[in-house]
């Protein structure tokens, strides 16, 4: 979805980049329809019982707020299966090849459940590390 929203130059809205500007702002007629139209799109882009109650939400960074902290929820046990997964994973007879692929594959997913913090306060940025470390331990399994 980020993606998505990226390509069509609407990332901001749910990122919080670009807030709502006052309604006797010329800029507020423009940032209404961009808004309604991401908010479409994620409330269609979901199952329908989460639609329902979402549907009511009017601005699409409250929608993506919602969603994050709900399918967040459900990311720590799957995260805990695939560090299983790369731990019990074995060559076998696999050649070098596919057995990196599959690794690399479970690697991926498990970054893809764990999105890169971050930096608040540049100064003081430990983001770099954090990823580095998180990295690190799930290859060492």
């Keep these: 979805?980020?993606?998505?929203?990226?390509?069509?130059?609407?990332?901001?809205?749910v990122l919080g980049t670009h807030p709502c500007p006052t309604k006797d702002n010329s800029s507020y007629p423009a940032w209404y329809?961009?808004?309604?139209m991401v908010a479409s799109w994620l409330v269609h882009f979901v199952?329908?019982?989460?639609?329902?109650?979402?549907?009511?939400?009017?601005?699409?960074?409250?929608?993506?707020?919602?969603l994050k902290v709900r399918y967040s929820q459900?990311?720590?046990?799957r995260v805990?299966?695939?560090?299983?997964?790369?731990?019990?994973?074995?060559q076998g007879d696999l050649c070098?090849?596919?057995?990196f692929t599959k690794l690399r594959i479970?690697?991926?997913e498990l970054d893809s459940f764990r999105p890169?913090?971050?930096?608040?306060?540049?100064?003081t940025c430990i983001v770099a590390f954090v990823i580095c470390q998180r990295k690190c331990e799930d290859q060492a399994m």
């Design 1 to 13: 979805m980020l993606t998505t929203l990226s390509a069509k130059n609407k990332i901001e809205l």
């Design 33 to 36: 329809k961009c808004n309604n």
């Design 47 to 66: 199952s329908i019982p989460i639609r329902q109650s979402i549907v009511w939400m009017e601005r699409a960074l409250d929608i993506w707020n919602d």
């Design 74 to 77: 459900g990311n720590l046990s």
């Design 80 to 90: 805990s299966d695939l560090q299983f997964e790369v731990a019990s994973l074995n």
């Design 96 to 99: 070098v090849t596919d057995y």
């Design 106 to 108: 479970i690697w991926d």
């Design 116 to 123: 890169n913090p971050l930096c608040v306060h540049q100064d």
